[in-house]
């Protein structure tokens, strides 16, 4: 999938500084993500656990949470980074993000600094949407 190596780079980048803020006294898993709007600003989350473990916000909601914040819904991709192996955002990020960008850019990062891209689509291919809220 072709996406500008800079743009990468500096999405890795934000995604890495993001995960030194989560919030992990539990499970001790940190991730760090890196959302790219359409604009060109890029908005950071990490994931913030809670004792009331369903109550924990992962760090790519957190993202999506902060852009949507400041008025900002079209995004074009987001780097993920998490502590060990390439992590794929989970089903609630998942959905949450397809509410947004269908066709959104999922990097993902692993321990070596290799990365590989997927889409949302691959991701998610069947997100449920506005379209069954409908008669």
């Known amino acids: 999938m072709d996406f ?4 990468i780079d500096a999405l890795i980048t934000a995604a890495r500084e993001a995960r030194e803020f989560a ?9 760090g993500a890196a959302l790219l709007c359409s604009d060109g600003s890029v908005f950071t989350g990490c994931n913030v656990e809670n004792s009331s473990f369903s109550l924990t ?9 902060s852009a949507v914040g400041e008025g900002r819904t079209e995004f074009d991709a987001i780097a993920i ?20 960008a269908p066709d959104l850019h999922v990097i993902l990062l692993d321990k070596h600094d290799e990365h590989r891209i997927l889409t949302l689509t691959n991701l998610l291919p069947e997100p ?5 809220l409908k008669d």
């Open 128 to 132: 449920f949407s506005a379209r069954y």
């Open 57 to 65: 916000c992962c760090a790519e909601r957190s993202a999506v949470f």
């Open 4 to 7: 500008p190596k800079d743009i």
């Open 23 to 31: 919030h992990a006294p539990y499970s001790g898993f940190r991730v």
């Open 81 to 100: 980074v998490a502590d060990g192996e390439a992590v794929p955002p989970c089903g609630a990020c998942r959905q949450v993000l397809s509410e947004f």
